[in-house]
């Protein structure tokens, strides 16, 4: 369980890489863009998949999206637009971060409980 | 009611008096085309593309101007003008502003196309936000105008679940709110047409933005997250009367396009998932509208995939004089011309390819291909038809990847109005693999002068 912190430490590990120190309440796009740090967006409220980012380490909440299906979650990805650290981090952000994000899925079918979690089955359920 | 030659004589608005002499203006010089870098990985805005398409013109089948977005991520997509002929008797009205809405920010540009035609100029935004606090709508689509007034369909509420609905905006852009009375129980919203003598609007049905902007989930279809309706309304009361329900016939009901015709109640729809066009029609003033698949495209198997990959008929067009029906299977890669003499019983008169899955046509005039033909927009005399490749930029990157490095291609076919016929114009095509921060992809075009999905008659 992560300790209560006001900030915490973001390492960018990808685009020239950097650490910032960023505030836990707020979005990581928010934060990461007044470092400096240029990222994709779209709508904004996690609905759309644009600002989506690897998270290789740490933990981040991100309860407000739904534009990931489970399987982007479980393949590390975050929108940024919406979590929020609950740890130091590390993510890969941009384009060049989104070789698992996109499928074609008539090469690569989702299962049950790999779908977005509102119609997902739950794993162990059939 | 005036004769159409006193119409000719006293009025001066935009547009035509009637398809028949939409077909004989001029031949288009400029074409406007929006191209996108939203999810392509490079950090610049969308654009406006202006494309020379004079023959004549030493810079013919090249971009000339590029009006960049003020900020990234808008995602533009479709475009509408500020009038149409809808507006011809009225002399006080001209087609000057092209409006651009951007799916994901929510905001509406309204560019000025009249000052400099070849290097239009932003005239003011409609801001998202204000749209979302105004009118509970998030993700536009479809720009009609309406007399000297403007509608816009939004996939979304302001949370980007559906169903949306229509954004009523003044001929200053200021919004007026939501235009329509009801949505009834209409699930999903998309495209919409109307045919004022009729008093009918018919609307289809795409998804929420929340289901479609992050890619396409197929096993969301089976789940009802994506639409499988069309809805007729009562134009003037607003509100939807009649639901066609068409079920695995109709999956994905996208683009909706009425005959030119203003007397004609018949329309077309092409759903993009069964690859199907479905025609509509209503036999007696005031009665049933009725609907039937009139062409269906076969699924193809592809030697590695488990599921057989379909046509993903996404868009369709009528030519100006009603003879033709235009569509695409942006999977397999080719274009269609039907000849919709007889509107239940369309006759395939040509076929070309440009990219897409199958591998039919990897290249098209020493450009290689990634994605398949998309959005297209014919001449008004029905000669020229410009096609480009991109869908949406989430989709785009699931099926056609290599897209990131090649971008997209905008490319003329010449059609054959007397015989039927299409063949790929080896002089024309415009790469924006080649732009120069880089590839980006292009999406809907539109003419100054008014285009084949611009004008209604009233
Ligand atoms: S910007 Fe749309 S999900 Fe983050």
Redesign the interface.
Known sequence: MAQLSDTWTITIANQGSGRFSVDAQRPLLDTLEEHGV?L????R?G????CAAKLTAGAVDQAEQ????NRQIANGYVVLCVARPTSDCTLEV???S?DK???????D??E?HE??PD?ATPIGES | MASAADAEATCCGPGYASPDDAMTAPAEKLLYTVALY????I?KPDYLATVDADPESSTYSKVIHRLEMPG????LHHTGWNACSSCHDDGSMSRNYLLLPGV???NIYVVDTATDPKAPSLHTIIDGDEIKEKTNL?GPHTVHCLGSEIIISFLGDA??EAPGGYLHVNEDFEIVGRWENSMGDIPYGYDFWYQPRHNVMISSEWAA??TF????????VG?L?YGRRLHVWDFEKREPIQTMYLGEDGLLPLEVKFHHNPDSTHGFCCAALSSNVIHFWQDDEGGEWKWEKTVDVENEL?P??????PGVMSALLVSMDDKYLYVNNWLHGDMRQYDITDPHNPVLTGQVWIGGLLGKAPEVNGVEVAGGPQMFQLSLDGKRLYVTTSLF??WD???Y?EI?TKGGVMVMIDCDVENGGMSINEDFIVDFGQEPNGPSRCHETRYPGGDCTSDIWL
């Open positions: 240029d994709p967006y779209g709508c409220y609905g759309c998949i644009t739904v534009a990931l299906n941009g384009v060049d989104h994000l996109y499928r074609n899925p008539f090469l079918p989702l049950p779908l977005k119609i | 939203t999810g392509t990985g950090q990234i991520g808008d995602e994901r920010s929510n998030s949370n980007g933005p929340n902007m992050p890619g396409f989930d197929l096993e969301e789940h997250k592809h590695e995939w488990p599921i057989p990959l930029s989430t990157n699931q099926f990847p990131r």
